[in-house]
C-alpha cells in the first residue's frame, strides 16, 4: 500500500485525531502564536508551519507513491510526546509542551505510514521545531555573551576608524554620550529568524547535503556581524551628530536594514555555493 492509499484508508482515524488535538493544544498552542505576535524574536514563527506545508507539497509526487508500512515504533513516540507535554504541564514549562506537538505529530506519521514515509517527512516535521520559542532562560544564557561580543568587536573596530570609545561590558562610552549594547543588538533575534529562513533557504535551493549545511551554519556569523555593523554605525552617528540623531529614526530603522542586509549576505553566500559542485548532488529528504 502507497501513502496516499494509506492516506485515504485512515482519513477517519485521523480526522478523528484532530479534535483531540485540538483539546490537548488548546491552552498551548494559541498562546505560542500569541509569542509570535507579540515578541519580535519569534515573528517568523508565522512562516514556519507553510514553509513546512511547502517542503510536503515539494517532495508530494514522491511521497503518494512510497510504501507505507506502519510501525509500533510510532506508539513509543507517541508516548514520549504525551510524557513531554505531561511534564511540561506540571513544571508549567512551555517550550516542552510546545515540542511535544511536534513529537506526537511525527510519533503519529511513524504509527500509520512507518519509517519510509517518516523519513520523507522528516524535514517538514523537524523544521516545525523551529516555531518553538526557546526558554527564556537559554535565551538570556546565549544573548549575554554575544552582547559582550559584539561589544568589544564594535568598540575595536570604531577605534581603528579613529573614533574615541571605551566600553564596560555592554556599555559603550563616547566623549559626548553613553551607549548600551542591548539584547535586540546581540544578534541573537536575528540568529534564530535567520536561522528558520536560513534552512528553507538551503533546502529549496541546494542539493548537496555540504551546502545546505555550510548556508545553515553561515545564518550565525552573517547575524552577528551585521548587528556588529548596526552598533558600529551607531557608535559614528552619535559621535558626529549627537546622540539624538542615534536613537531617533535611525535606530528605529536598523532592524530592519539589518536584517535585510543579512538576507542579502545570505542569499549572495547561497549563489556562491552554487557556482561550485554542481555534480555533487544529494536527493531531497
Known amino acids: 500500500m502507497t501513502f496516499l492509499e494509506s492516506l485515504k484508508a485512515n482519513k477517519f482515524y485521523l480526522l478523528g485525531l484532530l479534535p483531540l488535538l485540538g483539546v490537548l493544544y488548546s491552552g498551548i498552542f494559541p498562546d505560542m502564536v500569541l509569542d509570535w505576535y507579540n515578541d519580535e524574536n519569534y515573528s517568523h514563527g508565522f512562516l514556519v508551519p507553510f514553509i513546512s506545508a511547502f517542503f510536503i507539497y515539494q517532495r508530494w509526487d514522491d511521497l503518494r507513491t512510497t510504501p507505507a508500512e506502519p510501525s509500533n515504533l510510532g506508539l513509543l513516540v507517541i508516548a514520549g510526546g504525551l510524557g513531554l ?21 511525527a510519533g503519529l506519521v511513524l504509527y500509520f505510514f512507518g519509517i519510509k514515509v517518516f523519513k520523507k517527512l522528516s524535514l517538514p516535521l523537524g523544521f516545525l521545531v523551529l516555531m518553538v520559542p526557546i526558554p527564556y532562560i537559554v535565551y538570556d544564557a546565549a544573548a549575554f555573551p554575544l552582547k559582550l561580543f559584539v561589544t568589544e568587536f ?11 570609545v571605551w566600553h564596560e561590558g555592554n556599555i559603550i562610552m563616547f566623549p559626548n554620550t553613553v551607549l548600551e ?36 551554519f553561515s545564518t550565525l556569523p552573517i547575524a552577528v556581524l551585521t548587528n556588529a555593523m548596526r552598533v558600529i554605525v551607531t557608535g559614528f552617528l552619535a559621535q558626529y551628530w549627537g546622540a539624538q540623531v542615534a536613537e531617533g529614526f535611525f535606530h528605529d530603522f536598523a532592524g530592519f536594514a539589518v536584517f535585510f542586509v543579512a538576507m542579502v549576505l545570505l542569499l549572495a553566500f547561497g549563489g556562491f555555493l552554487s557556482l561550485f559542485g554542481r555534480k555533487n548532488t544529494t536527493p531531497p529528504m
Open 154 to 164: 564594535s568598540v575595536a573596530t570604531l577605534k581603528l576608524l579613529g573614533v574615541i
Open 181 to 216: 549594547v542591548a539584547d535586540a543588538c546581540s544578534g541573537l533575534r536575528s540568529i534564530m529568524s535567520l536561522l528558520a529562513l536560513g534552512v528553507a533557504f538551503a533546502f529549496l535551493t541546494q542539493k548537496s547535503m555540504v551546502k545546505r549545511w555550510l548556508i545553515i
Open 85 to 105: 507535554l505531561s511534564l511540561g504541564y506540571v513544571g508549567t514549562e512551555y517550550f516542552s509542551m510546545r515540542v511535544s506537538l511536534v513529537i506526537l505529530l
